[in-house]
T-cell receptor, first 114, second 114 residues
């Protein structure tokens, strides 16, 4: 039962343009969301998070938007750089789950072209 | 600080065998979570340990087990291996004091079951 879904397995974007990654979830108990970036042969690296009490969080070139009514979050990368080419995972946590358990999406492969 | 380390990085086993994977967390981190990553499925939560106690577990069969030692190092064991157990196994460490603590991932152990 995939409670966190990333429906786009891949995304290609030109350097300097905006990358928009989308993530949908089904569990209304989720109240904390994160994005991770993963390079080949490395573990996922934390990028940015957002609590359900907010609808937007920014950190440099990365902004996460949360639409609770639509159960949807998105990650915007502006401007995209070649080093952003990686797999991006969204993840969510529910208060009821607690302790170390995050539900992950299947990931979106981002390729930034010159 | 040294990051999360996992050994071995690669393993090849045959069906029916058992395997033990090791994870050393970041110094001072007391929580270790384990995830299984397979193509198209994202990361699936296996279990989480804190101070040598399993605090949370996912929906995996009893063939998957783990433990944590007093120095916070953790091991994961899979008995009676099946072909479907072929995956990247990731561990993540965090301080473990809060549900939303950032998890820091190791590079993973790639297990191939023949």
């Amino acid at each position: 039962d995939q409670q966190v879904k990333q429906n786009s397995p891949s995304l290609s974007v030109q350097e300097g343009r905006i990358s928009i990654l989308n993530c949908d979830y089904t569990n209304s108990m989720f109240d904390y969301f994160l994005w991770y970036k993963k390079y080949p042969a490395e573990g996922p690296t934390f990028l940015i998070s957002i609590s359900s009490i907010k609808d937007k969080n920014e950190d440099g070139r990365f902004t996460v938007f949360l639409n609770k009514s639509a159960k949807h979050l998105s990650l915007h990368i502006v401007p995209s750089q070649p080093g952003d080419s990686a797999v991006y995972f969204c993840a969510a946590s529910a208060y009821s789950d607690s302790w170390g358990k995050f539900q992950f999406g299947a990931g979106t492969q981002v390729v930034v072209t010159p | 600080k040294a990051g999360v380390t996992q050994t071995p990085r690669y393993l090849i086993k045959t069906r029916g065998q058992q395997v033990t994977l090791s994870c050393s967390p970041i110094s001072g981190h007391r929580s270790v979570s384990w995830y299984q990553q397979t193509p198209g499925q994202g990361l699936q939560f296996l279990f989480e340990y804190f101070s040598e106690t399993q605090r949370n577990k996912g929906n995996f069969p009893g063939r998957f087990s783990g433990r944590q030692f007093s120095n916070s190092r953790s091991e994961m064991n899979v008995s009676t291996l099946e072909l479907g157990d072929s995956a990247l196994y990731l561990c993540a460490s965090s301080p473990g004091q809060g549900r939303t603590d950032t998890q820091y991932f190791g590079p993973g152990t790639r297990l191939t079951v023949l």
